[in-house]
C-alpha cells in the first residue's frame, strides 16, 4: 500500500508539473520538449528530487509513448503519398541522409563509440522533428507557401527510411551478426512491402474491419491492435515503433481521422512521459562534459540541414528565399533523435547525455532558424555585395571627417534644405 501511495503522489506531481511547464512553453511560444528533459534531469538519478516508486511504471509509459508517436505519426500518410513521396523525393532523401547523418556518425567515431555508437549516434543527428516543424509552420503561417510540399516530402522521406533504419539499429544493439542482422533487414522490408501494398490494395477493407461508429470500441481496437503488432515486431526484432508505424499506414480516410482524434491527446500524455523518462535516466552531472561537442554538432548539422533544404527545394523550382526557409524549417530535432538515444542508451550510455544536450540546443535554434535564416542570409549577402562609394560622394565623406563634428547649425542647413527641395 505504501507503495501504491508514493507512486500516485510521485506520478501526479510528474504530470501536474508537465502540464503547467506545459502550458509555459505554449505562451512563450517554445516547444515543450526541452522542458520535458529538463524535468526528467531534475526528477532522476543525481537530480535534484530522485523519484523511486513510479520509476517502473514511468518506463512502460515511455514505451507506450514511442508506439503512440508512431502510431499517430503513420496516421498523417497515406500508403499512396508515401509511394509518391518515394518516387519524387528520394534523391532529396539521399542528400539528407549524406549531409546529416555522416557528421553524428564521424562524431560517435572520433570520441571512440564504435560502429553501434555510430550508427546510433547519425541517426540522431539525421532525422528531423516532426513535430516541431508542424508547429513552426503554422505558428508562422506558411503552410501555404510553396516550399512546404518540399519540406513535408523530407520529412515523410526521414519517417519512411526509419522503417528500415531502426530494425537495423535494433539488430546492432543485440549484437546480432551480419548475417542475422541481414535477415532482420530482409524481414523489416519485406514487412514494409507487404504493408504498403496491402494498404494500396485493400486498404478499404482494412480500415473497413477496424472502423467502429462507436468511439470506445474504435479507440480500443486501434489502441490493442497497435500494441499487439509492436509486440510482435520488437519480439522479431523489426522494433515496436515501426511496427506502430505500419499500422497507421494501413488505416487510411474516416477511420484513420477518427484514430487520430481520439488517439491525441493519449499520445500527448505518454509523449511527455518518454520525454521525461529519458531526462530520469540521464544523469544531469554527465551533460556539462558533453556540451563543447553537442553545440559543435549542432552548429555543424544546422549548417547541413539548411543545405538539405536549399537542394530540395531548388529541385522542385523554388526561388532562393523559398530555397531558405525550407532548409531553415528542417533544423529542429526532437522525438525521434530522443527515440534513437533512447534505443541506444542501454548499449552506449555516453550517447544520452550527449543526444539530450544536442536536442536541447536544436529544439531551441530550430524554431528560431525557420524564422530568420531567409532573411539573416539575404541581408548578409546584400551587405557583402554593397561597394565602397566612389566619386564625388566619397570625397565629401573624407573632406567632413578630416573637418571633425559639425556644429548644431551646420548639421541643420542640409536637413532643411532637403525639406525646402521636396515636392509637396
Do not use: C
Not at 553501434?116 to 543527428?125: I, K
Not at 546492432?172 to 548475417?179: E, K, N, P, Q, T
Not at 506502430?244 to 500527448?268: M, N, Q, T, W, Y
Amino acid at each position: 500500500m505504501h507503495n501504491t501511495t508514493a507512486l500516485l503522489i510521485e506520478l501526479g506531481a510528474i504530470i501536474l508539473t508537465l502540464g503547467i511547464i506545459g502550458r509555459m512553453a505554449g505562451r512563450i511560444g517554445l516547444s515543450p520538449i526541452p522542458l520535458y528533459l529538463l524535468v526528467g534531469l531534475a526528477f532522476g538519478h543525481g537530480g535534484l528530487i530522485p523519484l523511486g516508486a513510479s520509476e517502473e511504471f514511468t518506463a512502460v509509459g515511455a514505451e507506450i509513448g514511442v508506439i503512440l508517436l508512431l502510431l499517430l505519426l503513420g496516421l498523417e500518410y497515406s500508403a499512396s503519398e508515401l509511394v509518391t513521396s518515394l518516387k519524387t523525393q528520394y534523391p532529396s532523401g539521399i542528400v539528407d541522409f549524406l549531409l546529416n547523418a555522416i557528421p553524428g556518425a564521424a562524431a560517435a567515431l572520433i570520441l571512440g563509440w564504435g560502429p553501434v555508437g555510430a550508427v546510433a549516434l547519425a541517426g540522431v543527428t539525421w532525422i528531423s522533428s516532426s513535430g516541431v516543424i508542424a508547429k513552426v509552420m503554422t505558428d508562422l503561417g506558411r503552410l501555404g507557401n510553396r516550399e512546404t510540399p518540399v519540406i513535408l516530402g523530407v520529412l515523410v522521406m526521414e519517417d519512411l527510411a526509419m522503417a528500415v533504419y531502426l530494425p537495423l539499429l535494433t539488430a546492432m544493439l543485440a549484437g546480432v551478426g551480419f548475417a542475422g542482422g541481414s535477415v532482420t533487414l530482409l524481414i523489416a522490408l519485406g514487412t514494409v512491402g507487404l504493408v504498403l501494398y496491402a494498404a494500396l490494395r485493400h486498404g478499404r477493407l482494412i480500415s473497413r474491419a477496424v472502423s467502429s461508429d462507436n468511439p470506445e470500441m474504435l479507440l480500443l481496437v486501434v489502441l490493442g491492435l497497435t500494441v499487439l503488432v509492436a509486440g510482435l515486431a520488437q519480439q522479431l526484432q523489426v522494433s515496436a515503433a515501426v511496427g506502430a508505424f505500419l499500422v497507421g499506414i494501413a488505416l487510411s480516410g474516416e477511420v484513420a481521422d477518427g484514430a487520430h482524434k481520439l488517439l491525441a491527446p493519449l499520445r500527448d500524455l505518454f509523449a511527455a512521459v518518454f520525454f521525461v523518462f529519458f531526462g530520469l535516466s540521464t544523469n544531469p552531472a554527465a551533460i556539462p562534459p558533453v556540451l563543447v561537442p553537442a553545440l559543435i554538432l549542432a552548429v555543424v548539422t544546422t549548417v547541413t540541414k539548411i543545405g538539405t533544404g536549399w537542394y530540395a527545394a531548388r529541385r522542385a523550382g523554388i526561388g532562393k528565399k523559398g530555397r531558405l526557409r525550407a532548409g531553415g524549417t528542417l533544423v529542429a530535432r526532437g522525438e525521434f533523435s530522443i527515440v534513437i538515444a533512447g534505443l541506444a542508451v542501454a548499449t552506449e550510455p555516453r550517447i544520452g547525455p550527449l543526444a539530450t544536450a544536442y536536442v536541447l540546443i536544436l529544439v531551441i535554434i530550430g524554431p528560431l532558424a525557420a524564422r530568420w535564416t531567409e532573411p539573416l542570409v539575404l541581408r548578409l549577402q546584400e551587405g557583402g555585395k554593397r561597394k565602397p562609394p566612389s566619386g564625388p560622394a566619397s570625397l565629401e565623406a573624407m573632406i567632413a571627417a578630416e573637418a571633425g563634428p559639425q556644429t548644431h547649425s551646420q548639421q541643420t542647413r542640409p536637413q532643411t534644405h532637403t525639406q525646402s527641395s521636396s515636392p509637396l
